[in-house]
């Protein structure tokens, strides 16, 4: 899911949560993390795919945000830690027994998970179960691309084998 389409349905629903619990730190911080859980995927990128280039913030920004955003430079390993029904179920647990705040964080990671299984499994068929969201299952499967994302079939086996050809 793109990024804008993270912004508008998780500010739709803080606006709610604001107008239902009367908290405007509530909101704000289920906002942010409905948000920022994505921030994931830039560790993600800098452990497996970080340019040899020198790194150029407001270039990076300017010039591959999108790309970067829309997860199809994937094509090695894909760990993303904040990802995952395991940090969910921690959260809520803290949550309900410690923190508002916590708890807050939690749906908002829970909604980001919702928002994300809706679109990439349902709508653009990119992971191949919902067992894609369970860290201990992509960490099983070594965090490959090829073995957790469906885009991954016999055609990237097949560029494999020629690439590895043609060195």
């Given at each position: 899911?793109?990024?804008?389409?993270?912004?508008?349905?998780?500010?739709?629903?803080?606006?709610?949560?604001?107008?239902?619990?009367?908290?405007?730190?509530?909101?704000?911080?289920?906002?942010?993390?409905?948000?920022?859980?994505?921030?994931?995927?830039?560790?993600?990128?800098?452990?497996?795919?970080?340019?040899?280039?020198?790194?150029?913030?407001?270039?990076?920004?300017?010039?591959?945000?999108?790309?970067?955003?829309?997860?199809?430079?994937?094509?090695?390993?894909?760990?993303?830690?904040?990802h995952s029904f395991e940090l969910l179920?921690?959260?809520?647990?803290?949550?309900?027994?410690?923190?508002?705040?916590?708890?807050?964080?939690?749906?908002?990671?829970?909604?980001?998970?919702?928002?994300?299984?809706?679109?990439?499994?349902?709508?653009?068929?990119?992971?191949?179960?919902?067992?894609?969201?369970?860290?201990?299952?992509?960490?099983?499967?070594?965090?490959?691309?090829?073995?957790?994302?469906?885009?991954?079939?016999?055609?990237?086996?097949?560029?494999?084998?020629?690439?590895?050809?043609?060195?």
């Amino acid at each position: 899911m793109k990024l804008s389409q993270h912004i508008v349905f998780s500010a739709i629903v803080a606006a709610f949560i604001l107008l239902l619990v009367r908290n405007p730190l509530l909101s704000l911080v289920f906002f942010i993390t409905a948000v920022f859980i994505d921030l994931d995927h830039l560790l993600d990128y800098f452990l497996f795919y970080f340019p040899k280039e020198a790194f150029h913030p407001l270039k990076f920004v300017r010039e591959k945000a999108g790309y970067f955003l829309s997860c199809v430079w994937f094509r090695k390993k894909v760990v993303l830690i904040f990802h995952s029904f395991e940090l969910l179920a921690v959260l809520l647990i803290l949550g309900a027994l410690y923190s508002r705040i916590v708890l807050y964080i939690a749906f908002g990671i829970a909604f980001h998970l919702s928002l994300d299984i809706f679109w990439n499994i349902i709508i653009k068929n990119r992971s191949k179960k919902i067992c894609f969201y369970f860290i201990v299952f992509r960490a099983i499967k070594g965090f490959e691309c090829r073995n957790l994302l469906s885009r991954f079939g016999e055609e990237t086996d097949q560029e494999l084998k020629s690439s590895s050809e043609k060195s």
